[in-house]
């Protein structure tokens, strides 16, 4: 059987498999795949592997920071994104930071937490105001920017799913912490917090991916851009082959008129 005899459902499916790799090469890209996951929770478990062994805050905390160093310095090295690792050097130090200043152990976990709370509502409030966070998120991932608000009602409703999904997975993960920290101790909230790491952010990534797998494709602006390049660059060759420009567009300055 030739291409041309292929079945039309075998072609859909093909198209189908292709738009899920696309997706799932995307969200890999957007949200760091293993490598970032390994990078956001071994801070975190350093530091309560350690407290739980000697109670030793300042010990703790800096080979956190230093383990987040090191992750970054070896992006640099391969070459590689640094953006998931610089992130976790920042939660981490604003850890430090708090931790340091108030002196107990379990403020190296707070900025974490208000920052997961804060993006949890982000994800609700932007999807309420019609302009999904996850879509602003992924948008140029896909090479679509915010196409998909207005020519993409289909792949807008899927990034509104999504981001409802990122909203209220990730703040019932804050309505686990939150109660910890104020009634537990130290080593009882850094366990819990590191066991919470990656299973939701798993979940939320699954269910985008669910979502987007059966949207409409996303728009490639940035070929309809080139695109229209190229076309406007065809008729400007075209005109200058037949002598014709609009008037007053002439190189020379002067007027032509098709003949």
Not at 4 to 17: F, M, N, Q, S, Y
Not at 33 to 61: C, H, Q, W
Not at 64 to 83: E, G, N, P, W, Y
Not at 191 to 211: D, E, H, N, S
Request: net charge neutral; charged share 20%.
């Amino acid at each position: 059987m030739t291409s041309l005899d292929k079945p039309t459902e075998d072609i859909e499916d093909t198209g189908a498999d292709d738009a899920r790799a696309v997706t799932e090469a995307a969200l890999f890209e957007a949200f760091g795949g293993v490598r970032g996951m390994i990078e956001t929770v071994l801070p975190g478990l350093l530091f309560v592997t350690i407290y739980t062994v000697n109670k030793d805050l300042r010990m703790s905390a800096i080979a956190a920071l230093a383990v987040s160093i090191v992750l970054v310095v070896v992006r640099l090295a391969m070459k590689d994104t640094v953006k998931h690792a610089f992130s976790g050097v920042f939660g981490v130090a604003f850890g430090v930071v708090f931790a340091m200043m108030t002196g107990n152990a379990k403020d190296f976990y707070l900025p974490g937490m208000l920052y997961t709370c804060a993006l949890g509502l982000a994800y609700i409030v932007t999807t309420l105001a019609g302009v999904p966070l996850i879509g602003l998120i992924l948008g140029p991932v896909f090479k679509e920017n915010l196409s998909w608000r207005t020519r993409n009602p289909g792949r807008k409703k899927a990034y509104a799913k999504a981001s409802w999904a990122w909203g209220l997975i990730l703040l019932a993960k804050c309505a686990i912490l939150f109660p910890l920290y104020w009634w537990a101790d130290t080593t009882e909230l850094g366990w819990v917090l590191v066991a919470l790491k990656i299973p939701p952010f798993l979940l939320a990534v699954w269910l985008t991916w669910v979502f987007l797998a059966k949207a409409p494709a996303p728009i490639d602006v940035f070929a309809e851009m080139e695109a229209e390049e190229e076309r406007q660059k065809a008729e400007e060759a075209e005109r200058a082959a037949l002598g014709t420009y609009p008037e007053g567009t002439h190189p020379e300055g002067g007027r032509h008129r098709k003949g």
